[in-house]
């Protein structure tokens, strides 16, 4: 364990001190980060030891989603988005939409899968990540609209998309005996009604408390971000202790908090910023290092025709639908309907499902998520900054008399990028 954590912390400085010329690349820190765990782990020179079943693991998952779901939801600003939320409510209304073609295509291609099992393979995989391809929300060629759009969906999606993998997990369970249907009900009540619940409450208290001690100058600026993550813990804590889903509490307390203390949010992103980033990449390392090694044998056509079909006709063409009448142009609707990588959202997911569910399909279901989010990584981590710049060309080329009437440049409010 040692000498994993030494590996591990020279391969985050070796990747730090060469990452401005490697954020200019089509390399990105997901792409570098999986390859490295690949070739420091089991399946490599051994470096790096890892335990699925153990509790480090249990720890980095749990910690990992609960801050990303937290900080996420904290930094989309409700009271300014309803200035402009059209773009991100229509592709974030595609939802139900990809979890039905995703549980579909599941159901065709993957027969021994039941359907509700399928049903949580769609949802694990319905959340994107869009720093996945870092550019598509912060190069400046880009409309801001179109940037904002996905980077609003990013932040927004994977606690929407939660309580979906909540409910059929139970259903599946329930589907294969491993519960009752009254016992699964009452579960997904639980986890769901609790985790909305003590996140609304700890959320709001927790931003009221903040807010007024920094009013009065009781607090310091540093104390002022560690009281924010300590809402965040909080929440899942308080969630996990009465029986509801620590996760969804942290994505709604992460929205109650950013409501009332959008002020001090800036603090909050700035500390999910480093420790965030820390942890998602060890989250990569280990995903490369543990989990890559023990599905290269389980490749077969139908894990990759459904893998295909899941980073296109099942994202795309929802999101067309759901773009349609918006008078978007159609390389403007290709674009944010490509770029929704899968990534650290369904890897968390995955690793939950490894966790906590002991239904029949269960390594299937992380089999499938974890090719997808391989071929994601490599497919929107290089086609990123090349199709920024053929967008912005085709952009640019166009009339600027037709810009005024162009939805995709029309002003729009930014809020912080997830790196």
């Known amino acids: 364990m040692e000498t994993g954590v030494v590996v591990l912390a020279l391969l985050v400085l070796l990747f730090g001190v060469v990452s401005r010329p490697i954020e200019r690349s089509i390399l990105t820190a997901p792409m570098v ?59 974030l209304g595609s939802l139900p939409l990809v979890i039905l073609l995703g549980a579909g295509a599941a159901a065709l291609l993957l027969p021994d899968l039941s359907l509700f099992e399928a049903a949580v393979l769609a949802a694990v995989l319905a959340p994107t990540d869009a720093a996945l391809g870092q550019a598509v929300v912060t190069d400046e060629r880009l409309p801001t609209r179109v940037r904002q759009t996905l980077n609003v969906e990013s932040g927004l999606n994977d606690g929407i998309v939660l309580p979906f993998v909540t409910i059929f997990l139970g259903l599946a369970g329930a589907e294969e005996g491993v519960s009752s249907v ?9 986890q769901v009604g609790g985790g909305v619940g003590v996140g609304v409450v700890v959320g709001s208290l927790g931003a009221w408390m903040i807010d007024r001690a920094s009013q009065r100058g009781w607090m310091t600026g540093s104390f002022q971000q560690l009281s924010a993550l300590a809402v965040a813990v909080l929440c899942v804590v308080g969630a996990e202790g009465i029986g509801g889903n620590g996760f969804i509490a942290a994505f709604v307390g992460g929205m109650a908090f950013g409501t009332l203390a959008q002020q001090h949010c800036a603090g909050v992103q700035e500390l999910a910023e480093e420790e965030g980033t820390l942890l998602t990449l060890l989250v990569f390392a280990l995903l490369g290092a543990a989990l890559v090694p023990q599905q290269l044998q389980a490749l077969d056509l139908s894990t990759a025709l459904y893998v295909v079909l899941s980073l296109t006709v099942v994202r795309m063409v929802p999101i067309a639908l759901s773009l349609a009448g918006a008078g978007l142009r159609r390389d403007t609707v290709a674009f944010l309907g490509w770029f929704g990588p ?28 974890l090719w997808t989010v391989l071929a994601s990584i490599v497919a929107h981590g290089m086609s990123a900054v090349p199709l920024v710049g053929v967008y912005s060309r085709r952009l640019a080329a166009s009339s600027p008399d037709d810009h005024a009437d162009m939805p995709e440049m029309a002003p729009t409010v930014e809020f912080p990028t997830r790196g």
Do not use: H, K, Q, Y
């Not at 089991?42 to 779901?69: F, H, K, N, P």
């Not at 269960?362 to 998520?369: F, G």
């Open 182 to 190: 009254g016992s699964a009900a009452g579960f997904v009540g639980a």
């Open 33 to 91: 980060f999986t390859a490295a765990g690949l070739l420091l782990g089991a399946t490599g020179s051994g470096l790096i030891e890892v335990d699925l079943d153990g509790e480090v693991v249990s720890i980095l998952t749990e910690a990992t989603l609960g801050l990303v779901l937290f900080s996420d939801a904290a930094r989309i600003n409700l009271g300014r988005l309803r200035a402009d939320a059209a773009l991100p409510a229509r592709m």
């Open 342 to 369: 899968r990534g650290l959202a369904t890897v968390l997911f995955a690793l939950l499902v490894v966790e906590r569910v002991e239904v029949a399909g269960r390594d299937r279901i992380v089999s499938v998520a």
